[in-house]
């Protein structure tokens, strides 16, 4: 006689998998029907908290006695480019990069609209840019002043994000916002603070240290290579702003919740 166990075990996952869809559309359902001025503040007050993970960046690349190629100055780094994301994520700020998954779930199910869906991502978006130029015009005021991070640190942040053609910043792009539509999945499906602490960290780290585009950290990160090193262009930093938005969208829109909510429905999840 078989045993039933592994039919027990295979439902539970279902379910598991249904469960997080569930919660998941819920979630970027909540968020499409907020009042405007909720999703701009929520919004604007993201752009500013993320930008507190480039400035630590550029703290530590100024103490530090490595560089970028050293192991564990890559890793330095990445964990502080990580600290601005749990600063928004567990604070539940809007992120448009989660929103390319979160937003697009209650679409695809039919319970919202491509208008809506357009709404959310551009409001979010805007006020989120709007955050993180408002945060580098006041941390480029005051750096001076703190003597903490030296302007050649912004400088070599942000020429690591544009140094590249534009192919590599779209592809890369969406790399990044696939990585964080796993989060917004991966922390939607976490119970403890502490399990969404953990994955939050590992997967925004990966993306520091691969050094892929992410449209709103990285709006902060070219920013201040724009305030603070000639080498750095507002052309630079219209096309990063651009093609990492693009490529964020695609990424969390496509690999994520597409794929995600496909094979939770259409695979009996």
Not at 115 to 136: C, K
């Given at each position: 006689m078989a045993d039933p166990e592994p039919e027990s075990s295979v439902a539970g996952e279902q379910t598991s998998a249904s469960t997080i869809l569930e919660s998941a559309i819920e979630s970027g359902q909540h968020e499409?029907?907020?009042?405007?001025?909720?999703?701009?503040?929520?919004?604007?007050?993201?752009?500013?908290?993320?930008?507190?993970?480039?400035?630590?960046?550029?703290?530590?690349?100024?103490?530090?006695?490595?560089?970028?190629?050293?192991?564990?100055?890559?890793?330095?780094?990445a964990s502080a480019y990580a600290v601005g994301f749990i600063f928004v994520i567990i604070a539940r700020s809007e992120l448009f990069t989660e929103h390319t998954t979160l937003a697009v779930m209650p679409v695809l199910d039919g319970r919202a609209s491509l208008?809506?869906?357009?709404?959310?991502?551009?409001?979010?978006?805007?006020?989120?840019?709007?955050?993180?130029?408002?945060?580098?015009?006041?941390?480029?005021?005051l750096m001076p002043n703190l003597g903490v991070a030296s302007p050649e640190a912004f400088g070599t942040i942000a020429n690591r994000l544009i140094d590249h053609d534009l192919q590599w910043l779209f592809v890369a792009g969406i790399l990044a916002g696939w990585l964080?539509?796993?989060?917004?999945?991966?922390?939607?499906?976490?119970?403890?603070t502490i399990s969404r602490l953990v994955i939050i960290w590992l997967v925004t780290a990966s993306i520091g240290l691969l050094h892929l585009p992410h449209s709103i950290a990285g709006n902060v990160e070219v920013l201040f290579g724009v305030f603070v090193s000639p080498s750095v262009s507002i052309l630079h930093y219209a096309k990063f702003l651009l093609l990492a938005t693009v490529g964020n969208a695609v990424g969390g829109g496509v690999f994520v919740a597409l794929l995600k909510y496909g094979h939770v429905v259409r695979g009996g999840g």
């Open positions: 499409m029907e907020r009042e405007t001025e909720g999703l701009l503040l929520s919004g604007f007050s993201a752009g500013l908290d993320i930008g507190f993970g480039p400035l630590l960046m550029a703290v530590f690349l100024t103490l530090s006695t490595g560089g970028y190629g050293d192991l564990g100055t890559e890793l330095l780094l208008g809506g869906l357009a709404r959310v991502w551009g409001l979010v978006w805007v006020s989120n840019i709007v955050g993180g130029v408002i945060f580098t015009v006041f941390v480029v005021t964080m539509g796993l989060v917004a999945w991966l922390v939607t499906a976490a119970q403890e």
